[in-house]
């Protein structure tokens, strides 16, 4: 979305816009679940684990981490990875706020 366009919405709309996008494509939704159940940085390859090409995978561990939902470290050629815990609950937060938000009208639209 252009700057233009995204200017007329707020913050929050905007933010969790940006969130929903990174999280719309399945390699990098494998990618957080495997960080999660390993519960620690991996420094190892993901290449095994998601079963993509390298600069694939960099590719996607970049749109994470510029949304703030991974963070890491590079020391030499090794880089390493782990889920952002205080990111990953403030994007659960504007997640579930979002989902629930409740209708007012009882009425069915359609």
Same mark, same amino acid.
């Given at each position: ?37 390993? #519960?620690?940085?991996?420094?190892? #390859? ?39 815990? #205080? ?24």
């Amino acid at each position: 979305m252009g700057l233009t366009k995204s200017e007329k919405f707020s913050a929050e709309q905007n933010e969790l816009s940006s969130i929903c996008k990174v999280l719309a494509h399945p390699a990098r939704i494998a990618i957080l679940q495997h960080l999660y159940k390993i #519960d620690s940085c991996i420094c190892g #390859d993901l290449v095994e684990e998601i079963g993509l090409a390298q600069p694939t995978i960099s590719q996607h561990l970049r749109e994470l981490k510029q949304v703030g939902l991974i963070q890491g470290t590079i020391e030499g050629t090794s880089v390493c990875y782990c889920i952002n815990k #205080d990111r990953w609950l403030e994007m659960r937060n504007q997640l579930n706020e979002f989902l629930d938000l409740e209708f007012i009208s009882g009425k069915n639209c359609c």
